[in-house]
């Protein structure tokens, strides 16, 4: 199963592992309230799984890899998620690792769905 088909389906299961990363990174050990502490993960993640299954070329690769993105105006998850988490008084160190737990976790979920080819 693609990664990005992979993600679209198991959402729940992701966002439950997100759920208890974010509760034990929380600063103030836990004042924000379940729906604040998951706020944008499902539409990062829908987003994530749509940018994985759409086709775009090698410049366009390079600049999203830059930070960079085609769409001028248009706020992203991520990008509300992070500003959100600055007005909670997340340091930078945990959100990145909010976001770094999210990509393991995807992985980990992912990867024995796979089979290996030699």
């Not at 990062?44 to 070329?57: F, H, K, P, T, V």
């Amino acid at each position: 199963m693609s990664l990005s088909r992979f993600i679209e389906s198991h959402i729940e299961p992701i966002l439950a592992e997100w759920d208890t990363f974010a509760r034990r990174n929380a600063p103030g050990q836990g004042g924000m309230s379940n729906l604040a502490l998951r706020d944008h993960a499902a539409e990062i993640l829908r987003d994530l799984a749509a940018d994985l299954a759409g086709s775009q070329s090698s410049k366009a690769q390079f600049t999203k890899s830059q930070g960079d993105s085609d769409e001028v105006g248009q706020p992203h998850a991520a990008t509300e998620h992070g500003a959100l988490r600055q007005a909670n008084d997340f340091t930078l160190l945990q959100l990145s690792a909010e976001f770094r737990a999210l990509r393991a976790t995807v992985l980990r979920l992912w990867l024995p769905t796979e089979s290996v080819v030699t």
